[in-house]
């Protein structure tokens, strides 16, 4: 089991359908992320958020828009995918250090697996 | 951000010791260098973290030289459940992490 929570664990899509993915963290952390993850690829960033603001966009395609509604949760929300736009979807967290200059190990759920028809 | 290399796969058997060094010749001052675990349809794992000499935890050892230019994760007596891809990230800060291509270790029994 993970402390972060990722909701749903499998989705089927049209690229017609709009949907979304949520995750969901109790461990105070300020920092959340979405990571896309292909088969026998390593997770590339698509988006941070600090303290509930976007800071960080990878410059992900439109018809994926990020939204944190408070500092336990994250969702993405999908909408005219592609089929190349099936990928495990990966969401984590961590602690935001104040002076900048150390890391934060990231707490990662274990994905939504994205399958677009 | 510092790119990494790591070799692609590694092989090990069962109860040997594995190390899987990784390389990162343009590591910034004030980087650390983070240790990941990934089994198939998981997330990533922590595994350990230092910024420089040793460091060492329940599960692994991770050696960093003093030019900082590469560290080698230590696995003790791996198992069969240690067949995992590992990834080494370098970085500052906690906002953007990039991943390597990681190594695929493969525990034969």
């Known amino acids: ?117 | 951000l510092a790119k990494t290399t790591q070799p692609i796969s590694m092989d090990s058997y069962e109860g040997q010791e594995v190390n899987i060094t990784c390389s990162h010749n343009n590591i910034a001052t004030n980087d650390y260098i983070t240790w990941y675990q990934q089994f198939p349809s998981q997330g990533p794992r922590f595994i350990i973290q230092g910024y420089k000499t040793k460091v060492t935890n329940e599960v692994a050892s991770l050696f960093i030289p003093a030019d900082r230019k590469s560290s080698t994760l230590s696995l003790p007596r791996v198992s069969l459940s240690d067949t995992a891809v590992y990834y080494c990230l370098v970085g500052g800060g906690y906002q953007k992490v990039t991943f390597g291509t990681g190594t695929k270790l493969q525990v034969i029994p």
């Open chain 1, 1 to 117: 089991d993970t402390e972060v929570t990722q909701t749903p664990k499998h989705l089927v899509m049209g690229m017609t359908n709009k949907k979304s993915l949520k995750c969901e963290q109790h461990m105070g952390h300020r920092a959340m992320y979405w990571y896309k993850q292909k088969a026998k690829k390593p997770p590339e960033l698509m988006f941070v958020y600090s303290y509930e603001k976007l800071s960080i966009n990878e410059s992900v395609p439109s018809r994926f828009s990020p939204e944190c509604p408070n500092s336990s949760l994250l969702n993405l929300h999908l909408h005219a995918l592609q089929p190349e736009d099936s990928a495990l979807y990966l969401c984590a967290s961590s602690l935001m250090s104040g002076t900048g200059n150390s890391n934060q190990p990231q707490h990662f759920g274990d994905g939504t697996r994205l399958s677009i028809l």
